[in-house]
């Protein structure tokens, strides 16, 4: 079964616009973590931020914020200003506690193209 | 700290050749992952091991592929008798085994067989 569902392939943004990327996630361990990478082109995975199943507040990383919604199971991802560099494909990802390998699965990604 | 080292960075090979790749993890991380991306897709797990322990492996690891970590420094991902549908981008993370903690990705290495 999927655990990470991202709906949007690819996105549009005009720079210095904020940008929302979705990420709904499943699982019935009580205890996790979600991430977001970016890819740029060149390959290479770049952690962005993290959220805990516990945490009460929404992560906050620079221009990078999520959007956590533990009832609807959702971690969406807003970057605010959105800069030329921020072209690039996004990954939301899970780490469920009670699986000791501390893994990541990966969502399908979402292509971000910022316009100016 | 040096980050995650991979290489070679590109291969390309013709079908039914061997090929392996290196990783060299962060030096005080215990956990090193291999994952396999294709085009336009996200990572997809192979396998991980703690120190020098391979301790899982995915359903995606056929009998051809196998994985070492001798010593629990570096990795080598090996591959026989390639196919076409092998290549993909192959990443190399670690980590220190943290719940909270992040996986630090190489920069991959890209195979094309032909």
């Known amino acids: 079964a999927q655990k990470i569902t991202q709906t949007q392939p690819g996105m549009f943004v005009q720079e210095k616009e904020a940008v929302t990327l979705d990420c709904t996630y499943d699982?019935?361990?009580?205890?996790?973590?979600l991430f977001w990478y970016k890819q740029p082109s060149s390959g290479e995975m770049i952690f962005l931020i993290y959220?805990?199943?516990?945490?009460?507040q929404n992560a906050t990383e620079g221009r990078y914020s999520l959007n956590f919604q533990k009832a609807r199971k959702s971690a969406n991802l807003v970057i605010s200003a959105s800069q030329l560099g921020d072209s690039a494909m996004y990954f939301c990802?899970?780490?469920?506690?009670?699986?000791?390998?501390?893994?990541?699965?990966f969502g399908a990604g979402t292509t971000v193209t910022v316009r100016a | 700290d040096t980050g995650v080292s991979q290489n070679p960075r590109h291969k390309i090979t013709k079908r039914g050749q061997n090929v392996t790749f290196r990783c060299d993890p962060i030096?005080?991380?215990?956990?090193l992952y291999w994952y396999r991306q294709t085009l336009g897709q996200g990572p997809e797990f192979l396998t991980y091991?703690?120190?020098?322990?391979?301790?899982?492996k995915s359903r995606l690891l056929s009998d051809r592929f196998s994985a070492e970590r001798p010593k629990g420094s570096f990795s080598t991902l090996e591959i026989q008798r390639t196919e076409q549908g092998d290549s993909a981008m192959y990443l190399c993370?670690?980590?220190?085994?943290?719940?909270?903690?992040?996986?630090?990705f190489g920069e991959g290495s890209r195979l094309t067989v032909l």
């Open positions: 993370a670690s980590s220190k085994g943290q719940l909270t903690g992040e996986l630090f």
């Open positions: 699982t019935s361990d009580p205890s996790y973590g």
């Open positions: 959220q805990g199943s516990y945490d009460q």
């Open positions: 990802a899970m780490r469920e506690a009670r699986s000791n390998d501390y893994k990541l699965s």
């Open positions: 030096s005080e991380h215990n956990r």
């Open positions: 091991f703690q120190n020098e322990a391979q301790l899982e």
